[in-house]
């Protein structure tokens, strides 16, 4: 029997072979998707992160949003307290002087109690002398008021008091609080109460006291307060007379008068006006004032300095209202930059028949 041959790749070797080579491509694919694997992790935490860095960015440009507009909002806060700090100095010097004027005021009324002391005192002696000089204390005179002036001075004023029908206008404007235009506008921020104690103003009240104790006890009377209005004393009394006689109504009169605080500019057209409502027509007028007029009948639509040449063009449309036939008596109290006002009165004075007065500082 002859041998067999033998072969050197038999099938069982190319098995082997075969199982091999598949194992490497098993080993080498399993390799492979286990790496796919982990990149596909490592790619799903850069991307996690990539997305976390984003965010991250955002907030970062929305905080500095937020800075920017901070401090845009800290430089608005910065302006605004240099502004309020100039406005806490301002007001604190403001504060200072109005203390000082307060503690003025203070020392003012001091010295205004003081004097109101001193006139009580004086009106007692007097009223004691009158009293232990009187022989008949029972026996009525012939005035319905009294007035006591301080000492035993005399005054040749031509002043006549006299009449049926008297008519006394007094002005009540801010100027009638001094004499001079700087502490004019220095009284017109004060309280009133400190406006009521001015030397001037007393002076004028002292003035009405006087004329009203001359009047004729059987004679008619009105007394209109003026300033850029006129109105009575007396409410409800436009275009009526009163009686002297009536001790009511002149006391009434002059305590309305004492109240009033002088305020506002002058209009000597409406108080004419006014005056010229009385029937019948007075036969005496007594005008107490301090210059000429500073407005007409109604303030100008346009606000505008007042000159001189403006006030003379008021006094004489007031004046052309005037009645000729009566006699008007001025009462000029003291007051700086109005040089024409002497002279305009005088002439309207001696053109009525009527008296010019610039009283002294102890008048009357």
């Given at each position: 029997?002859?041998?067999?041959?033998?072969?050197?790749?038999?099938?069982?070797?190319?098995?082997?072979?075969?199982?091999?080579?598949?194992?490497?491509?098993?080993?080498?694919?399993?390799?492979?998707?286990?790496?796919?694997?982990?990149?596909?992790?490592?790619?799903d935490?850069?991307?996690?992160?990539?997305?976390?860095?984003?965010?991250?960015?955002?907030?970062?440009?929305?905080?500095?949003?937020?800075?920017?507009?901070?401090?845009?909002?800290?430089?608005?806060?910065?302006?605004?307290?240099?502004?309020?700090?100039?406005?806490?100095?301002e007001?604190?010097?403001?504060?200072?002087?109005?203390?000082?004027?307060?503690?003025?005021?203070?020392?003012?009324?001091?010295?205004?109690?003081?004097?109101?002391?001193?006139?009580?005192?004086?009106?007692?002696?007097?009223?004691?002398?009158?009293?232990?000089?009187?022989?008949?204390?029972?026996?009525?005179?012939?005035?319905?008021?009294?007035?006591?002036?301080?000492?035993?001075?005399?005054?040749?004023?031509?002043?006549?008091?006299?009449?049926?029908?008297?008519?006394?206008?007094?002005?009540?404007?801010?100027?009638?609080?001094?004499?001079?235009?700087?502490?004019?506008?220095?009284m017109?921020?004060?309280?009133?109460a400190?406006?009521?104690?001015?030397?001037?103003?007393?002076?004028?009240?002292?003035?009405?006291?006087?004329?009203?104790a001359?009047?004729?006890?059987?004679?008619?009377?009105?007394?209109?307060?003026?300033n850029?209005?006129?109105k009575?004393?007396?409410?409800?009394?436009?275009?009526?007379?009163?009686k002297?006689?009536?001790?009511?109504?002149?006391?009434e009169?002059?305590?309305?008068?004492?109240?009033?605080?002088?305020?506002?500019?002058?209009?000597?057209?409406?108080?004419?006006?006014?005056?010229?409502?009385?029937?019948?027509?007075?036969?005496?007028?007594?005008?107490?004032?301090?210059?000429?007029?500073?407005?007409?009948?109604?303030?100008?639509?346009?606000?505008?300095?007042?000159?001189?040449?403006?006030?003379?063009?008021?006094?004489?449309?007031?004046?052309?209202?005037?009645?000729?036939?009566?006699?008007?008596?001025?009462?000029?109290m003291?007051?700086?930059?109005?040089?024409?006002?002497?002279?305009?009165?005088?002439?309207?004075?001696?053109?009525?028949?009527?008296?010019f007065?610039?009283?002294?500082?102890?008048?009357?």
């Open positions: 029997m002859a041998r067999r041959k033998t072969e050197v790749f038999s099938m069982s070797f190319l098995d082997c072979i075969t199982c091999a080579f598949g194992s490497v491509v098993l080993v080498y694919t399993l390799i492979n998707a286990k790496g796919g694997i982990r990149r596909m992790a490592e790619t935490a850069q991307q996690t992160e990539i997305q976390q860095l984003e965010e991250q960015v955002l907030e970062g440009y929305q905080n500095l949003v937020a800075i920017r507009n901070s401090l845009v909002q800290t430089d608005e806060e910065r302006v605004r307290t240099e502004g309020m700090g100039s406005r806490v100095i007001e604190t010097e403001r504060l200072k002087v109005e203390l000082a004027d307060a503690d003025k005021e203070t020392l003012s009324r001091r010295e205004a109690i003081e004097r109101l002391k001193a006139d009580l005192k004086s009106l007692d002696e007097g009223k004691r002398r009158m009293e232990g000089g009187s022989q008949s204390p029972d026996t009525s005179g012939t005035r319905v008021r009294g007035f006591i002036g301080q000492g035993d001075r005399q005054y040749l004023t031509g002043l006549k008091v006299g009449g049926e029908r008297i008519v006394i206008l007094v002005d009540v404007s801010a100027s009638m609080l001094d004499e001079t235009v700087v502490n004019v506008l220095r017109r921020n004060m309280s009133e400190r406006k009521l104690l001015s030397d001037k103003w007393r002076r004028t009240l002292s003035t009405v006291d006087w004329l009203a001359q009047l004729p006890a059987e004679a008619e009377f009105q007394i209109l307060a003026f850029t209005q006129a009575p004393l007396i409410p409800d009394t436009e275009g009526k007379w009163l002297v006689n009536d001790p009511n109504a002149l006391n009169a002059l305590t309305n008068l004492r109240k009033i605080v002088p305020q506002d500019g002058t209009s000597l057209e409406n108080v004419f006006t006014t005056m010229n409502m009385l029937k019948p027509a007075p036969d005496n007028v007594i005008l107490i004032t301090d210059g000429l007029p500073t407005q007409a009948a109604s303030p100008p639509l346009i606000k505008k300095t007042v000159d001189g040449d403006d006030r003379v063009e008021f006094f004489e449309r007031a004046i052309a209202r005037y009645p000729k036939t009566v006699p008007l008596n001025v009462i000029l003291p007051m700086e930059g109005d040089p024409s006002a002497p002279s305009a009165y005088w002439l309207a004075s001696r053109r009525t028949g009527g008296s007065i610039s009283p002294s500082k102890d008048w009357p």
